[in-house]
């Protein structure tokens, strides 16, 4: 650490300066200063993007110094911090939450008013990081809010990527993808600290040499990066708590590089040090696949190697004995995607800190638990020994010695069964490094996403594990933060529920239970209703001025908005309405006797996934088809604004009747914007699937449309034989939804477009979608009919909102406390 001027004893250097004041006439003095100081410009003379800014730092500064005030406190006490490693934060956009949790939204307002600024205008010029592909990013960032607003200490780490989530546009309904170049115009809510940049190595070889007798090994990397910290704020919601979100970019380290160069290959030498630059500059755009590429490792190793680092040599004391290391820290992974972070401490315990490997094992495991999102074995990543030993051949020793020792237990404990051996061991018979695996034998706790996850995570994936190692095992089921999804997203249903039950709900949201009274209450049935309508409007504003898409006024507004993946199963929704397309124009129904509909949809598929990009094309086919036909009267309408991210996530799902949940069952970990749509008062049509299951549980099944087969009773179709065409034969509506498919009335009578979609259905359908077909529909019949009694659907509606208390990110936090961190909050 660079030692502090001579200065730093005045008074005013020793803690934060403080905060201008808190009232309208001291933002308005802070907002103008920030234009002219920070901006350089005036008020008249100012772009809406300096006016962005100049309000984004005015928010900051309000913000910074209970940031640093508490970044003292916890440096001063010896409490134990969550250090969340996860490759992805799906962040959205940062003004109204850093607003909302800085309590300065009323008076922001009337400031702005004053200056004569337009705060709409300027919330309409933040980008927002999409550093994240899904639910498991956006996960993340629910996860370090509640941390904040709990006053737990956590320090997010992840990477800083220059291009995030790239931006979806469609071309004759086909998905085409843009880079998603955020800090084009820079990002006013980052603290870079090129200064503090950590040394990250790669690659050579490894020796070992002579220690004052001892033998040991050490690596001698061949090349290195800088990565450089970029700090976040992550305030807690109106506590005075301020997280730090610690964001790495790369950098080359023209030092060490370029002196490997002569002269006459500087040119040579300066495009390799691009090489370095591009670590972090793209987010992988995969979602529940692993790619198995040698930049995402080096990606992992990067952010994972300079997080640890961070928070031994920066945020621990300089002398701290790291034998007690598990009393300071928890390294939580986020998936599979940090799990290079157990062999990296190891080698920093052994080599560099000299500790024995019994000892440094021992921390290691206290150290780290590991989170599993996933069922599919397509996600679980696993890293080719000669990628991985060519990248990190110190790190692949390592993990060869903890295989060595697990397995050796396992011998002891189940004696020479080379089968389960085989089964157990971490790296796999075909020469791969499996993660998830050495995330198990490391991790001090391993937990799946949701009560049916946990338990098939167990049952399925690592039964072998569970086995040996007892109480390892454990289920924490996700959830959302309700400032975000609720109070920001949804401000007339906050402001609903707080006249109905008071302020403290937004903190504590169990009491969301004593709205149930009011679901018989017509007066605030009526009230809800208005809520909807009016989310509606907004939703319909937002989308005709994005995309110039229109919504009825009356319409039952169904949605389903996720990445699109098979298991996800769009194409189960697409029949749905190509079906009820069918019954309108064969004339077994009178268009004007079909309640209105409008379809929703929003999904991104991975740029290399050619079905799922083939169904985003149909979406948009049957969309244009539908919507066009005049024999459908306007009943029905499908919509696809392109680029689904959090900020249109935001104002779709408050405007939602109903939330599509509807993968096959076993296929979804557990879902997160289910919960979202819950809380805002959706009716969820949905498998038992995911958390879908516990959603069910506690809203009740006369709240809930179930349908489709459950877990085992997919296992069992299974074993039996699945053979999904004797599905499009007895169910005549299914036949003839898929023959339109097929036969090419969605593109323009050329069959060859969609028959590949329906010839995996028919042929292969991994995803069980025709046997749940029937089924669906009958669930779907059942939503048309209780749409029709208002009354008894919006009882239903607010039901869903008071018992979905359980899916705040606080009970989640909470829930890891208790069962995995053992942590306490900062007072
Ligand atoms: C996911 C799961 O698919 C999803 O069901 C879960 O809600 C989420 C957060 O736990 O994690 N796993 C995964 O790999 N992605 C997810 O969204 C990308």
């Given at each position: 650490p660079v030692p502090a001027p001579?200065?730093?004893?005045?008074?005013?250097?020793?803690?934060?300066v403080g905060a201008p004041e808190a009232t309208v006439d001291g933002f308005v003095a802070q907002y103008l200063r920030n234009l002219n100081f920070?901006?350089?410009?005036?008020l008249s003379a100012s772009t809406a993007n300096d006016r962005f800014y100049a309000l984004a730092y005015t928010v900051r500064d309000y913000l910074v110094a209970r940031w640093l005030e508490g970044v003292r406190r916890y440096r001063a006490s010896d409490r134990k911090a969550v250090c969340y490693l996860s490759a992805?934060?799906?962040?959205?956009?940062?003004l109204d939450n850093n607003l909302l949790a800085s309590g300065l939204s009323d008076i922001a307002a009337e400031a702005l008013a004053q200056c004569g600024v337009d705060i709409e205008e300027l919330r309409a010029q933040e980008v927002e990081?999409?550093?994240?592909?899904?639910g498991l990013g956006r996960l993340a960032a629910c996860f370090i809010d509640s941390l904040a607003t709990m006053s737990v200490p956590n320090v997010g780490y992840g990477i800083r990527y220059e291009y995030g989530i790239f931006r979806q546009t469609f071309e004759d309904g086909r998905q085409v993808e843009q880079p998603d170049s955020w800090l084009e115009l820079g990002s006013p809510w980052e603290f870079p600290h090129p200064e503090a940049a950590q040394t990250i190595s790669f690659g050579g070889s490894t020796e070992k040499y002579d220690d004052g007798g001892v033998t040991r090994s050490r690596w001698v990397p061949a090349w290195s990066v800088q990565a450089v910290p970029y700090n976040y704020m992550v305030p807690g919601y109106q506590n005075g708590r301020v997280n730090t979100l610690r964001l790495w970019s790369s950098r080359a380290n023209h030092a060490f590089d370029?002196?490997?160069?002569?002269a006459g290959d500087y040119v040579e030498a300066v495009r390799a040090q691009t090489f370095a630059e591009?670590?972090?500059?793209?987010?992988?755009?995969?979602?529940?696949?692993?790619?198995?590429?040698e930049l995402r490792l080096q990606q992992q190793y990067f952010f994972v190697a300079a997080s640890i680092r961070d928070f031994i040599d920066?945020?621990?004391?300089?002398?701290?004995?790291?034998?007690?290391l598990p009393e300071r820290a928890i390294f939580q992974l986020?998936?599979?995607?940090?799990?290079?972070g157990v062999p990296e401490l190891m080698r920093i315990l052994v080599?560099?800190?000299?500790?024995e490997w019994d000892a440094a094992w021992a921390v290691t495991q206290q150290c780290f638990a590991y989170t599993c999102h996933t069922l599919?074995?397509?996600?679980l990543e696993v890293w080719p020994i000669d990628l991985l030993g060519r990248l990190l051949p110190r790190h692949l020793e390592i993990i060869y010695r903890i295989n060595e020792e697990f397995l050796l237990a396992v011998r002891e404990r189940f004696g020479d069964d080379e089968a389960r051996i085989r089964d157990m061991s971490?790296?796999?018979?075909?020469?791969?490094?499996r993660m998830a695996f050495l995330a198990t034998v490391a991790g001090s706790k391993v937990n799946g996403v949701a009560e049916l996850h946990s338990q098939l995570l167990r049952e399925k994936v690592l039964p072998a594990f569970d086995e040996f190692f007892p109480g390892k095992f454990t289920n924490v089921t996700n959830g959302v933060t309700p400032r975000r999804f609720?109070?920001?997203?949804?401000p007339e249903l906050s402001a609903l529920i707080t006249e109905a039950?008071?302020?403290?709900?937004?903190?504590?949201?169990?009491?969301?239970?004593?709205?149930?009274?009011?679901?018989?209450?017509a007066d605030f049935r009526t009230a809800f209703g208005e809520m909807k309508a009016a989310n509606k409007r907004r939703l319909a504003a937002t989308l005709q001025a994005r995309d110039g898409l229109t919504i009825a006024d009356d319409h039952m507004l169904d949605v389903m908005v996720k990445r699109l993946h098979e298991y996800k199963r769009q194409m189960l929704k697409l029949l749905h309405i190509v079906t009820a397309y069918d019954r309108i124009v064969s004339g077994e129904v009178e268009a004007s006797s079909v309640p209105g509909r409008t379809f929703v949809f929003g999904a991104k598929a991975a740029p290399g996934y050619d079905m799922a990009k083939r169904i985003i094309h149909l979406i948009n086919a049957v969309g244009s088809v539908v919507n066009d036909d005049p024999r459908v009267e306007g009943r029905l309408k499908v919509l696809f604004p392109p680029n689904y991210n959090v900020t249109l996530a935001e104002r779709i799902i408050p405007a939602a009747d109903l939330s599509e949940q509807i993968?096959?069952?076993?296929?979804?970990?557990?879902?997160?914007g289910n919960m979202k749509f819950a809380l805002n008062g959706a009716l969820t049509v949905g498998t038992d699937d995911g958390a879908n299951v516990e959603i069910r549980e506690l809203v009740g099944d006369d709240n809930f449309f179930l349908f489709g087969m459950s877990e085992p009773e997919v296992e069992a179709l299974w074993a039996r034989g699945y053979t999904p065409a004797e599905f499009a034969e007895k169910d005549a509506g299914l036949g003839r939804a898929l023959d339109l498919i097929g036969s090419g009335a969605f593109s323009g009578g050329d069959a060859s477009v969609f028959a590949p979609i329906v010839s995996n259905l028919m042929n292969d359908d991994r995803f069980m979608v025709l046997a749940d077909y029937t089924s669906y529909i009958a669930a779907q019949d059942r939503v048309d009919d209780a749409y029709t009694d208002t009354a008894a659907w919006q009882r239903s509606a607010v039901l869903n909102v008071a018992r979905?208390?359980?899916?705040s990110s606080d009970r989640s936090m909470r829930d890891y406390i208790d069962r995995i961190w053992h942590t306490e909050p900062l007072g």
């Open positions: 001579a200065g730093a004893t005045h008074p005013l250097a020793i803690g934060p920070d901006r350089g410009v005036t992805e934060y799906l962040l959205g956009r940062q990081p999409g550093l994240g592909n899904g370029l002196s490997v160069f002569n591009n670590i972090s500059k793209v987010l992988y755009p995969e979602d529940s696949t692993a790619q198995g590429k920066v945020v621990l004391p300089e002398d701290f004995d790291l034998t007690r986020n998936d599979t995607h940090p799990v290079i080599d560099e800190k000299k500790m599919l074995p397509e996600a971490i790296i796999s018979p075909d020469g791969a490094v609720v109070r920001l997203a949804n039950i008071g302020d403290g709900w937004l903190t504590d949201l169990e009491r969301l239970r004593e709205l149930e009274p009011f679901a018989d209450d993968s096959l069952a076993g296929k979804e970990a557990s879902g997160t979905s208390g359980f899916f």
